[in-house]
């Protein structure tokens, strides 16, 4: 390549890098800093992050919650072996201890406008990873105060001591500034993004789904879902969506959230599974949730009593009625027996009936036996005839 043409590139190099970077001062005082990188430093090294004033840093700790058998981790100028990290991030909080004042300056590019957050229980350092202030309630809306978090904390450089935010009037900061780092407790796990406009849900909703009210049987692919999903932070309002489907691959178009929707299941009878996902405010589409329920459309079938169609019994017999039954799923059976349309044994799982004739009873009847489950119903009659007995022999 030409040597002018490389030089002229090389320059061009130069500018464009240099016009997508930028440079802030970071004021430290002399003791202990708890600040924060507004920039993602163009080499995160921390040797060379803190080249320009090594020679006054005494040591830089740094604090890791995921890691609850030793949290805090530590780098010493010149003891590189024996630390703990190696980088310095924008977003992080760290405490540097210098010998006196000095301004660190920090060249780097902007960080996203939506700043991918992760906090755990308990205390957490943060860094405020911008150029502008930003109130602690608005950067942190996903947050609830109270239910989510429950105090910031931050150390005054000039006086060494610290400050904090409670959501009182009586606070002794209210924003968060660029360079600064800050402690924050936190109730429970979240994840955030936080912004200039204010912080942006990352948490899927949570939901549930039941099919005709937790019903374990239905004779019709028509089936009423009762539906319920939470979302702490955007919510569920309007924006929200669900989708629907009945193998867990092929999903319905997304629809406005509900309460309740009529579903129709797939044909042939079986055992079904609905699946709904939600969607929040924010955009994020839950995990599938789910319910089932057995799908029973054919009725049972009556294919023979035990006693044939007309049967001859004696009076002050004791006679049982049991039908042969047909079924083809696994709803359960009930049955109803009635002698001359006058109900013997009215619906129950039992499938069996005895009927005592006495000598009332003389002359024909018509038994009855009906049989059904969720898929339908079906019944069968046979006639009975009741002779008087007659008397026996005389003695021999």
């Known amino acids: ?15 464009t890098t240099s016009a997508f970077a930028d440079t802030y001062n970071l004021s430290l005082k002399a003791g202990e800093n708890l600040v924060a990188l507004p920039f993602i430093p163009q080499d995160t090294n921390i040797a060379t992050v803190l080249s320009p004033i090594i020679s006054q840093v005494k040591d830089v700790w740094e604090f890791n919650p995921s890691d609850a058998n030793d949290p805090w981790k530590h780098y010493q100028p010149g003891m590189e072996v024996y630390s ?25 590019t902007p960080v996203s406008p939506n700043y991918l957050l ?5 205390w957490n350092i943060i860094g405020w990873p911008y150029q502008n202030t930003q109130g602690i309630t608005a950067a942190l809306v996903a947050l609830n105060f109270g239910t989510d978090y429950t105090q910031v904390s931050k150390l005054n450089s000039s006086t060494k001591a610290q400050e904090n935010f409670l959501n009182q009037p009586t606070d002794n900061f209210t924003a968060f500034e660029p360079g600064y780092a800050y402690f924050i407790y936190m109730l429970q796990d979240k994840t955030i993004r936080i912004g200039l406009s204010g912080s942006v849900d990352v948490t899927p909703p949570i939901g549930s789904i039941s099919l005709n009210n937790d019903s374990q049987y239905t004779n019709s692919t028509s089936v009423t879902l009762t539906l319920s999903a939470t979302d702490p932070e955007s919510g569920m309002g309007i924006g929200a969506q669900m ?12 629809e406005d959230y509900a309460t309740n929707k009529v579903w129709t299941l797939s044909s042939g009878d079986d055992t079904k599974t609905v699946y709904v996902k939600y969607k929040d405010v924010a955009g994020n589409w839950s995990d599938a949730y789910s319910d089932m329920i057995i799908l029973d459309t054919i009725p049972p079938q009556i ?29 359960p059976l009930e049955y109803q027996f009635s002698i001359d349309d006058v109900i013997k044994q009215s619906w129950s799982g039992l499938s069996s009936c005895t009927w005592l004739s006495s000598s009332q009873h003389k002359g024909s009847h018509t038994i009855k036996v009906e049989v059904r489950d969720t898929g339908g119903q079906d019944n069968k009659q046979i006639g009975v005839y009741i002779l008087r007995k007659p008397a026996d022999p005389p003695a021999h």
């Open 243 to 254: 989708k629907f489907s009945n193998d867990g691959m092929s999903w319905s178009n997304p």
């Open 84 to 108: 703990d990290f190696s980088q310095m991030d924008a977003g992080k909080g760290y405490w540097i201890n210098v010998k006196t004042n000095v301004n660190l300056p920090i060249t780097g």
């Open 1 to 15: 390549m030409n040597k002018k043409i490389f030089l002229i590139l090389f320059g061009i190099l130069l500018i």
């Open 118 to 122: 992760s906090l755990k229980t308990g």
């Open 303 to 331: 294919t023979a009593l035990n006693i044939f169609d007309h049967s001859k019994f004696y009076e002050n017999s004791s006679i049982v009625i049991a039908p042969t039954v047909n079924d083809t799923d696994s709803s």
